[in-house]
């Protein structure tokens, strides 16, 4: 059985850092694609960074390109978002998703699996 279990989220303040974790259990890390997803009420899931595991592919959206970094711990199945100089409009649920094969898509709907999501919160 495939799962992503998300942690590491929390409250903290304007230009603080977070990172959060993405455990993944149930399939072959290494040929999968993992994305950071962020929710906020009546918003669209928005996709953040993605990482084509196997060939350490990454890929992140313009809002967070140069403060969020993507990594993957294949020993540990684990992929690991580090957020930086958070704004209150990082405030949101994030959530971790997998789909097989290298990275094609940054949409919500090309993911198969998801994970419960962890909330972040940024306050002014």
């Known amino acids: 059985e495939v799962q992503l279990a998300e942690s590491g989220g929390g409250l903290v303040q304007v230009g603080g850092s977070l990172r959060l974790s993405c455990a993944a259990s149930?399939?072959?890390?290494?040929?999968?694609?993992i994305g950071w997803f962020r929710q906020v009420p009546g918003k669209e899931r928005e996709g953040l960074a993605y990482?084509?595991?196997?060939?350490?592919?990454?890929s992140y959206a313009d809002t967070v390109q140069g403060r969020f970094a993507i990594s993957s711990s294949k020993a540990e199945g684990t992929v690991y978002l580090q957020m930086n100089n958070l704004t209150p409009a990082d405030t949101g649920i994030y959530f971790c998703?997998?789909?097989?094969?290298?990275?094609?898509?940054?949409?919500?709907?090309?993911?198969?699996?998801w994970g419960q999501g962890t909330q972040v919160t940024v306050s002014s």
């Open positions: 990482i084509d595991i196997g060939d350490d592919i990454k």
């Open positions: 149930g399939f072959t890390f290494d040929e999968y694609t």
């Open positions: 998703a997998a789909v097989l094969g290298g990275y094609y898509s940054d949409l919500p709907g090309d993911f198969d699996y």
